[in-house]
């Protein structure tokens, strides 16, 4: 089944203690982002990879980091989590063929942090 | 600045039609409508794009005016499970790489 799969679902940590939410994606897709969702913000762009290798900044990446070494995979690091960070996290992914501006998203199901 | 304009909440009556507007009156020539819905706290999901013409499939049809400066989403027979948070999105420009959500229109379906 074609999927974006994130994890963990649920992650509850303290502040400081770094963390990596994973995400893989199995549509060969090459266009991968993060977003966070938190009440009455919508969803922001976190960061977003063309390619491997190719990582760029979203609206607000202070605080974290992203690697794109394989194609399906896109982590999502926090390396001193802190409590302005607890959010729901999604991560997406897209393919590209020709232009960019006609191609969809497809969303993993979230994972809901906590940072104490 | 934000890139589309929804209001931010609607109610629509179980078997009537939902009509969702959106301003995107900064739109550029080439880029795309989209819609997508995100049901309680799940991952959004696709609805429908467009670019210059009506289109419509199996969920909904999509609205573009002829100027492109706004569209509408219409959902023709409003069930309970439509409803959902609906974000109209269109790329930014400057980067080509970005999709902007916004906060969209909560819908709700009344029984």
């Known amino acids: 089944e074609a999927q974006v799969t994130q994890n963990p679902r649920y992650l509850i940590t303290v502040t400081g203690k770094k963390l990596t939410v994973t995400c893989s994606q199995n549509m060969n897709h090459e266009y991968m982002s993060w977003y966070r969702q938190d009440p009455g913000l919508g969803l922001r762009q976190i960061y977003y990879s063309m390619n491997v290798e190719v990582t760029d900044k979203g609206d607000v990446p202070e605080g974290y980091k992203v690697s794109r070494k394989e194609k399906r995979n896109f982590p999502l690091i926090l390396e001193s989590p802190s409590p302005n960070q607890t959010s729901l996290y999604f991560c997406?992914?897209?393919?590209?063929?020709?232009?960019?501006?006609?191609?969809?998203?497809?969303f993993g199901s979230g994972t809901q942090l906590s940072v104490l | 600045d934000a890139k589309t304009t929804q209001p931010p909440s609607m109610d629509c009556a179980e078997g009537r039609a939902a009509n969702l507007p959106c301003n995107h009156s900064?739109?550029?020539?080439?880029?795309?409508v989209y819609w997508y819905r995100q049901i309680h706290s799940q991952g959004p999901q696709y609805i429908i794009h467009?670019?210059?013409n009506n289109e419509t499939n199996e969920m909904a049809s999509l609205i573009i005016t002829e100027d492109r400066k706004s569209s509408t989403l219409i959902l023709p027979h409003a069930t309970l499970r439509d409803t959902a948070v609906y974000y109209c999105?269109?790329?930014?420009?400057?980067?080509?790489?970005?999709?902007?959500f916004g906060t969209g229109t909560s819908l709700t379906v009344i029984p």
């Open positions: 900064t739109i550029s020539g080439n880029e795309y």
């Open positions: 997406a992914s897209s393919p590209r063929t020709g232009g960019w501006t006609n191609e969809k998203l497809f």
């Open positions: 467009g670019l210059k």
């Open positions: 999105i269109v790329r930014l420009t400057n980067t080509g790489n970005q999709f902007y």
